[in-house]
């Protein structure tokens, strides 16, 4: 076999295995979605993908490991967003609501990644994967706090400390998120297309300034 021949057979396996990985992901997302994550086995994901057990642990050690790296390709997605709308030079009041678009549009992710983020916290494990996270938050957050800093400058917006206004946004997300899956309030509300405009509405007015 050719040193060319040795590199494309390496190529291959190496977008095979990425291939695998994210096949992993996906079905552990999903069923940790339809039946809790508690109750998912990594003998149930390997089984949803077609492979074998120990072809798992190639890929992830835990599935604390499966949790962290979900929840880092969830973060992810949002600074991709962000730069996206950055590089397409979009109105910054497009990135905000962008923001929590994001976070409402799929309230079954954004309430699985809230659960675990609790139980990677109490468990204090994957630390690497856990500081990695944290960087990616930190880096939106700031973000989202330069859109911030710009219309209380403007006048736009209360003054008052940037984490206030993040604080709002998020909870008014995440009580949206909690709404969205309750069947009382569903059915109470309608559709949640409808809602969910709504919400973003209320979203880009919120602590704008009387006359704004």
């Known amino acids: 076999m050719s040193d060319s021949d040795t590199v494309l057979k390496i190529s291959q396996k190496a977008r095979e295995f990425r291939q695998r990985e994210e096949q992993i992901l996906n079905s552990a997302e999903r069923l940790f979605i339809e039946q809790g994550e508690d109750k998912v086995t990594v003998e ?14 190639k890929h992830f050690e835990t599935k604390n490991q499966i949790y962290l790296v979900l929840m880092l390709r969830y973060e992810q997605e949002l600074a991709d967003l962000f730069r996206n709308l950055q590089q397409d030079d ?12 994001f976070r409402v549009q799929n ?6 990644f809230d659960r675990l983020e609790g139980k990677m916290v109490a468990e204090k494990e994957v ?49 949206a998120c909690s709404l ?11 559709r949640p297309e409808q809602f969910i405009d709504f919400i973003l509405d209320i979203g880009m007015r919120m602590a704008n300034r009387r006359g704004r």
Not at 90 to 101: I, Q, S, T, V
Not at 180 to 190: E, L, N
């Open 107 to 112: 309230p079954d992710r954004y309430l699985l």
């Open 180 to 190: 969205i899956k309750s069947d009382f309030y569903t059915r109470y509300m309608g």
């Open 90 to 101: 979009e109105e910054p009041d497009a990135l905000f609501r962008a923001f929590l678009r």
């Open 127 to 175: 630390a690497d994967l856990v500081h990695k996270l944290h960087d990616l938050r930190a880096s939106n957050r700031d973000i989202l706090t330069q859109f911030i800093v710009r219309r209380i400058e403007e006048g736009r917006l209360m003054e008052a400390p940037v984490e206030y206004h993040i604080g709002a946004a998020w909870a008014l997300a995440h009580g």
């Open 44 to 57: 149930m994901i390997a089984e949803d993908v077609g492979i074998g057990k120990g072809t798992i642990y």
